[in-house]
């Protein structure tokens, strides 16, 4: 349930199911997480919901590899990747299944 409200911009909803004890970290059968397709669709106030959360991984990987980061720079969204790259425990050396890395 939790990954279909990252999928819309919902962000209130997003708030209520953190503030309810939801897995901020559940995947989809892609490996997705609420954080990847928070990033994934651009929905800045999801993500920064996200974020805020202590159990939130920034780091996790998808089934191609991909963090976060990586989909954030793909969809070139500019305040995505400032947002992660200020969140503090975001790798930049993490690779992908193509061996790239968010920045290269």
Do not use: W
Not at 1 to 22: K, N, W
Not at 23 to 52: F, I, M, S, W
Not at 79 to 94: H, K, M, R, T, Y
């Amino acid at each position: 349930m939790f990954l279909s409200f990252t999928l819309s911009d919902q962000p209130h909803a997003v708030e209520i199911l953190i503030s309810r004890g939801s897995e901020v970290n559940p995947r989809d059968k892609y490996g997705q997480t609420p954080l990847h397709l928070a990033c994934y669709n651009g929905y800045l106030h999801t993500v920064e919901l996200l974020l805020g959360h202590n159990g939130i991984d920034a780091n996790v990987l998808n089934n191609k590899c991909d963090t976060p980061l990586h989909v954030a720079v793909q969809k070139r969204n500019n305040e995505l990747v400032s947002l992660l790259l200020n969140q503090g425990s975001v790798q930049l050396d993490i690779q992908n299944n193509q061996k790239r890395t968010p920045i290269a």
